[in-house]
């Protein structure tokens, strides 16, 4: 098998690059020259992007947009479709996309938001691209996590939220970055001996949109933190080294932070809790 030679001409997937940590990451890995695929759900959005990160890349970047709406399940497997016909090789998957809200609110496949778009998405979206992936290998999947993770727990026995809603959604947002650690950790064992690595980070308390969305009072607060938080470059930073570097070819199932792996939480680290999480995404996402 090749050996990982970084990210240039290689083609990388990256969901949530339109804005934050995906948009810087998207910059930097078009400066090294890889060949992007950005998903994106706004198209005024999208083209800012783009404008950046050809600005970035310079004249001969080549990036393409792919539309999705990461809460619709249908909307998933249109992306993961049009994806497979155009892209012989998929090098680098980054499910990057993700969001807190303050409100519970359901999707169209009646999950619950956070649930669906931080969790469900990447679980789904890297099941229909897989065997794609593995034929590309060297190949890496890149999953943005968050610290947030420490102190929550999976409700296996409440998994829509429907038994309550605490602390404006960040209880939530908390168990769905648990999820993304726990995928990562299943992942990474069904593709030991595949040339594919699986690994997630914690980006930093970072100045971007994030929580923005959730109304005058979290966005002000947003505001008021601004000041202490890294910027969207320092936060994109571990997921541009996960994806480039070749100091971490051999890293698989790691939970990375500032470009080291880090422990996570006891919750994060049950093996049980990650198949039984892995079973029951299967389910909810109808996947094998």
Known sequence: MQEWTGVAGKRVIITGATGGIGLAAARELAHRGALLSIVARSEARAAAAVEQIRTAGGP?????????????????????????????????????????????????????????????????????????????????????????????????????????????????????????????????????????????????????????????????????ARPFARSTTKGADTLVWLADSTAVSSENGGYFANRKRKQPSSAARDAAAAHRLWELSAEETQSA
């Open 60 to 224: 001969r970047t080549e990036v393409e947009v792919l539309f999705a709406d990461l809460s619709s399940q249908a909307s998933i497997r249109k992306l993961a479709a049009e994806i497979l016909a155009k892209h012989p090789k998929i090098d680098v998957l980054a499910n990057n996309a993700g969001g807190v809200n303050s409100s519970r609110r359901l999707t169209e496949d009646g999950f619950e938001l956070t649930w669906a778009v931080n969790h469900l998405a990447p679980f789904l979206l890297t099941a229909l691209l897989i065997d794609r992936i593995e034929a590309s290998a060297p190949a890496r999947i890149i999953t943005t996590s968050s610290s947030a993770h420490h102190g929550a727990h999976i409700p296996f026995d409440g998994i829509k939220a429907d038994k309550g809603y605490w602390t404006g959604g960040f209880s939530r947002y908390g168990q769905t970055k648990l999820a993304n650690i726990l995928f990562t950790t299943e992942l990474a064992r069904r593709l030991e001996g595949t040339g594919v690595t699986a690994n997630c980070f914690h980006p930093g308390f970072v100045a971007s949109g994030f929580n923005r969305n959730n109304g005058g009072l979290m966005a002000f607060g947003m505001t008021l």
